[in-house]
């Protein structure tokens, strides 16, 4: 059940009307009272007048102004209860029960004030009803608002529970405010496919990666043709912004700007400088492009220290601040790969940031300057000019599935409900997009399969570095592309059993739908390069050594250097 309390109104006849009228697309049928301090009713008593009902909610505010000088003109508090899709059918009775526990909480009718507030709840359609009030009492005091919003929303979810309706989660003061039904009908008028404050926090979040400073992600958005009205001071400092949307205009023709704190909380210019401007320098974004093959392999390495920032953290040394930053930052790094990756998956990704922004912000105040290394990370993949090759993809997008999980895990143990639930949902979304980029790379491993005797070795290499998911990880669709994997790792100088117990401790088995596919990713990115080889280099010292202490003459022959093979005895080869 939701109760959203609107801005205060002056016009109490006019809300009335629209009450009683038949609403905007006819939605209103049969409008009535449920609930009310003893007034009439135009819905049931033809002799009862809209005048006539304004009239009696509106007689304490005259008392009021007429005997003070400056009179009260938001006095009309009006607040939509709405039930969910699925709830059952509730009763009249019902819902007035309902409604007189809403103002109760609210502070409009406290229990037992022969002095409240006059009120009124009109139910024009099976599903909800909107409580009228005017905010003046008996004995002309105001009543106290401050905080209603919390406290009818607590009473919402103790009315779920006693009325057996759908349980919905408490708030938490975090969440972004959803959109009204102008700007919803604004937005149906005019084609768009968002509201403008759902569309301008998109392109906010999108700007984020790319700048390092406010004023440079102003910048960028002045670039994205989006309309900015920045705030500064008598110095020229940025105080503060607002931003628009190309043809969003009010009543008068005249263009709507939104500030970055009502279009999310986290929008606000305070969060975003302590986001963007840390003390670590920062490289100009030419030097980012340069390195285009390397950017994605090293936001995979980035993610590596999640679990041991997210999980590892105590409370009490300012473990919590911290995870929350990293949290924060991944979310930019979710925002940084959909931009640039290959269109197939670039859908699952944006919807995957898009939905975690919700986790990026909790009650915990982040230390933003912990995160600086997934930040960068973030800022190198929005600035790198190509798009990753297939196993580097596969491998950022596997790591992001697994700082998904663990983030959802933090905010659970947090009790942060809404941010657990979205960091879940993001999960879904980045597990679709791991699979698909991971498509390609299966089958090129599929075309070049190993010998039996291989997997028979390999199989046992398995049984010993990971016991425990062992069964699982041989019975996976994808085992036979595991052991080419592990095949060309150990052809590269790289220990196969090493290289499990490696990819098993930075990845949690136990909740990989796929294990093999996990371990897949994981290794193709540890080994992509050849392993050290300890023999070769000692030789290569020894020569270089006797080079340097010998007499140069034109009959001395260059020293050869021996390289000793780097596989294994009695393993066979491929």
Known sequence: MIAAIKPAGSNTRGLLAYLYGPGRHDEHLDPHLVAAFAMPDPGRDEHATLTELGHHLDEPVRLRNSEFGKPVTDHVWHCPVRAAPEDRYLSDTEWGEIAQRIVQAAGIAPEGDDLACRWIAVRHADDHVHILATTVREDGRRPKLHDSGIRVGDACREIEKDYGLRRLMKGDRTGTRRPTQAELHKAERL???????????????????????????????EADE???KPRRGPSGD??????????????DGEQIYHPGGKIAPDLTLPKLKA????????????????????????????????????????????GDA????HITALGELIEATAQNAPADIRAQLHAASRTFARAQRSQVRAEDRAAHALRSAARDIAHTATGPDGSALAAL??????????????????????QATAARQAVQHLQAAADDALSPTLTELAARPCKEETRRILANDVRAAVPEHAERILSDPGWLALVTVLADAEASGHKPHQLLKEAAARRELGTA????????TRIQHTSRNPAHNR????????????SAFSVPSHDTQPPTTTTAPTSRPGRPRR
């Open 191 to 221: 084609g768009w496919e968002q509201t403008s404050r759902e569309w301008l926090q998109d392109r906010i979040r999108a700007a984020i990666p790319h700048a390092t400073s406010a004023e440079e992600l102003l910048a960028y958005l």
């Open 513 to 520: 739908h796929r294990p093999a596919r996990v371990l897949i």
């Open 238 to 251: 940025l105080l503060g912004y607002a931003v628009g949307r190309h043809g969003d205009v009010n009543k």
């Open 275 to 318: 986001r963007l401007e840390t003390s670590a320098p920062e490289e100009h974004p030419t030097a980012r492009r340069n390195r285009p093959a390397t950017a994605w392999h090293q936001s995979t390495e980035a993610l590596d220290t999640l679990h041991t920032e997210i999980t590892g953290a105590s409370a009490d040394d300012g």
């Open 397 to 418: 997008t596997a790591a992001l599935v697994w700082a998904a999980v663990l983030a959802g895990r933090w905010h659970e143990a947090k009790g942060h409900a809404h």
């Open 226 to 228: 989006i309309l900015v």
């Open 535 to 546: 023999r070769a280099e000692a030789a290569r010292l020894r020569s270089t050594t006797a």
């Open 322 to 325: 911290r995870a929350q930053a």
